[in-house]
């Protein structure tokens, strides 16, 4: 309870530094905050080509909206794992790119990743109206899944933050850790069907690579991502607690853990 009086004490700290990212992002850039939509379409547009074109790979058909666009497949997916992933990395050195701050001010040291969250979020939310204005004009019945979309946003976003509190913590004492999860991301990444469809492997994979494939935490994620924005209906509600278990355990953990070590911070910075 004391950590979460500290940060609420903190709050006008986190606003400002909140304030600072957002400003500072993509400053003096010609095109501006259109980097942030620019950044997946690309990706989209070369993994299209690899797998869509060189290798066949087709999306399934949207149930109900009929859509079976593999740009879109991708980009229902692309947006979310880039959002976790973009958390993950500015959480990490969140701490590391800010050791004079650390060193001479007193305030709650989690307000430093818990401001890289916010403002990641704006980015997110910017991507995903524009996904989901793209989906609707494509055929799928976003509208009334809109609420339901925003909750597994908010759930990402603190499965995400827990996970960076671990980081940004860890990466003090272990310097070696920014180069690790550079490694551990890309092994993430391909363990989440962001680029196929999981049920592709269905029985031709080991149960447990399978179980790693639909289950972990990313996996499901995007596949109720899917289900609201691509598909245009209700996701698995089971998974819709998975993530709710997930997310809070994830918060907890990453408090946890970052109380733990933070009295150590300023001696080993």
């Known amino acids: 309870m004391q950590q979460l009086r500290d940060i609420a004490n903190s709050r006008n700290l986190l606003w400002n530094l909140t304030l600072r990212e957002l400003r500072s992002k993509y400053r003096r850039s010609v095109l501006g905050w259109?980097?942030?939509?620019l950044n997946p379409l690309a990706q989209m547009a070369i993994y299209t080509f690899v797998f869509g074109v060189l290798f066949g790979a087709q999306a399934p058909v949207g149930d109900p909206s009929g859509i079976t666009t593999y740009g879109l497949y991708l980009l229902t997916g692309l947006i979310p794992w880039g959002f976790f992933s973009l958390v993950c990395g500015v959480g990490l050195q969140s701490i590391l790119s800010n050791t004079t701050l650390v060193r001479k001010v007193a305030f709650a040291r989690e307000s430093l990743v818990i401001s890289q969250v916010l403002f990641c979020s704006v980015q997110f939310s910017i991507e995903m109206t524009l996904v989901c204005i793209a989906l609707t004009l494509a055929g799928s019945f976003i509208l009334p899944w809109l609420p339901v979309t925003i909750l597994l946003m908010i759930l990402l976003a603190i499965f995400a933050m827990g996970v960076?509190?671990?980081?940004?913590?860890?990466?003090?004492?272990?310097r070696d850790l920014p180069y690790l999860w550079t490694i551990i991301n890309q092994l993430w990444f391909f363990a989440t069907p962001v680029i196929y469809d999981p049920h592709t492997f269905d029985g031709k994979v080991p149960d447990a690579v399978h179980a790693v494939l639909y289950w972990n935490p990313t996996a499901v994620f995007i596949r109720s991502f899917r289900a609201t924005t691509y598909n245009g209906r209700s996701p698995n509600w089971n998974d819709v607690i998975v993530l709710a278990i997930a997310a809070t355990s994830s918060l907890i953990i990453g408090l946890a853990t970052f109380n733990k070590l933070k009295r150590r911070l300023a001696e080993e910075l």
């Open 164 to 174: 960076a509190l671990v980081l940004s913590v860890s990466a003090v004492f272990f």
């Open 34 to 37: 259109s980097w942030s939509m």
